[in-house]
RNA sequence: CCAGACGGUCGGAUGGUCGCUGCCUGCCCCUAUAGUUAGUGGGCAGGGAGAGGAAAGUCCGGGCUCCAGACGAAACGAUGCCGGAUAACGUCCGGCGAGGGCGACCUUAGGGACAGUGCCACAGAAAACAAACCGCUUGCGGCCUUCGCGUCGCGAGUAAGGGUGAAAAGGUGCGGUAAGAGCGCACCGCGCCCUUGGUAACAGGGGCGGCACGGAAAACCCCAUCGGGAGCAAAACCGCGUAGGAACCGCGCGUCUUCUUGCAAAAGAAGGCACCGUUCUUCGUCACGGCAGCAGGUUCGGGUUGGUUGCUUGAGGCGUCUUGGCAACAAGCGUCCUAGAUGAAUGGCCAUCUCUGCCGCAAGGCACAGACAGAACCCGGCUUACAGACCGUCUGGAAAU
RNA sequence: UCGGGGAUCGUCUAAUGGUAGGACAGCGGCCUUUGAAGCCGUGAAUCUAGGUUCGAGCCCUAGUCCCCGAG
């Protein structure tokens, strides 16, 4: 165990979530899209004394991408949380924030295969850790 | 057994593992306190709970909250056989009328067309105070190699027949007649009156009329009943923060009487009449307020963020329950607590079991919970979507007895 | 959450309750050496399901989809 165990913080404003996406860095896999950015220390950032780093998470489903009905794009963004949930603190850099747009194969691709396009993404834009 | 009608119930289960959101208990920290303790604070551990029959569409009705001074009328909207249930309803129950089905049963916006206005295209002679195109009958006059039951013209009568139309002004039969006609009669229909049953819608019976009354109100409309407006992003509190603006429009300083002060001018008080303002689109009556540099309207500028409450115990669910009622339902008794999120939890992955579908003669194999679908203040309904399973009552048919 | 509007040939757009019309595009022909233009002809539609009516694009009810507005 190098270090603590990075915490996760949800994004919860809509300036937060247009943030990540004007930093234009982003990767596109079939069942979703990762948006990442630095995080901005003097905004809303959490105060400096925090000892654990810090990992933002938002998730957006949106009818246009997933479907009308809401059952698709709960189920899809609850696939997507416990996917980063479960591997984000282990494989993405710290610091940043990520925001992961479900797309319609969200709903039917293998978790295995979600897996590995995740650590995929993460290190094709540069942010994996080993 | 086959076909069908109606009503109801359910709409995966068990386990492992990693997580999320409230609640309860315990411990630790923080804050307050001298302390006991307290907390709307934070963390950890344990326990227990965590989407639906439609959560949906947002089509009705309420509760609740805020706004508005009261009432009435108009306007607008909704409803529309009768009775009942209900907090209320456009919902539900029972009944009536009409229509459909062999039947169980189903469907039904079903008030008023002598209060009024308008419409009924095309076709047809005529489409609503009826009407004479072809016909039918007949009077008068003319015509003739044919004097007829012929033919032509003018007039009168006629709604039986033809033809048009969705609809042609009661239907069928008999009588009647020059031919016909509710012209007369019987039955049916229609209208009015009386009467019996029924709370009523309505149904049965009797009499009279002699056809007068076409359709359409899901055309306008009339009548009756109901409805103030907005919606939990309502609303309240705490914290932070901005501003206590600018421009334009509109309105307004009244008048009379009495009293007091005063020589007077004038000032003050009370009352009346105007005027202005206050509820919802308008109007009216009443009430309240005002006699003043301020209440009103429009536009611009500024701002529109965080937390707590509202927030889940309620017209609540359940019962081979009791009583009343045909029923909807009501009353009583017992019992249960059963989601409260807010960038929004109720999940991800895996295994087993049945159920289902497909392939196959079969053993078996494959897909593997597969339908509609996700709470956002809460209830009662309606409507729409739906794989499959189960239960009950009844109808028609077949077979057996 | 609340409110308003709409759906007609492939596209745009008309139609007092009475034969669904027009333009552009398409297809065929004429003209031309060929094409364009022009001329002639031709196919093609009322969002869905019920109801009222003799008759519905129009009226009523329910649904589907789309657009707009307010907070």
Not at 57 to 62: D, E, H, I, R, V
Not at 101 to 114: G, M, N, S, V
């Amino acid at each position: 165990m190098r270090d603590a165990a990075p915490a996760l913080r949800v994004l919860k404003k809509r300036s937060a979530f247009l943030a990540v996406a004007a930093h234009r860095k982003r990767w596109v896999t079939t069942a979703f899209v990762v948006q990442a950015a630095p995080q901005v220390s003097g905004g809303d950032g959490e105060p400096e004394g925090e000892s654990v780093p810090v990992i933002g998470l938002g998730l957006t489903t949106s009818k246009k991408m997933v479907g009308k009905k809401a059952v698709d794009r709960n189920r899809a963004r609850r696939r997507l949380r416990a996917l980063a949930r479960e591997y984000l603190p282990l494989w993405a850099q710290t610091g940043h924030d990520y925001v992961l747009i479900a797309r319609k194969d969200a709903l039917t691709l293998d978790y295995e295969r979600l897996k590995r396009d995740l650590r995929w993404a993460l290190g094709k834009m540069g942010l994996g850790r080993d």
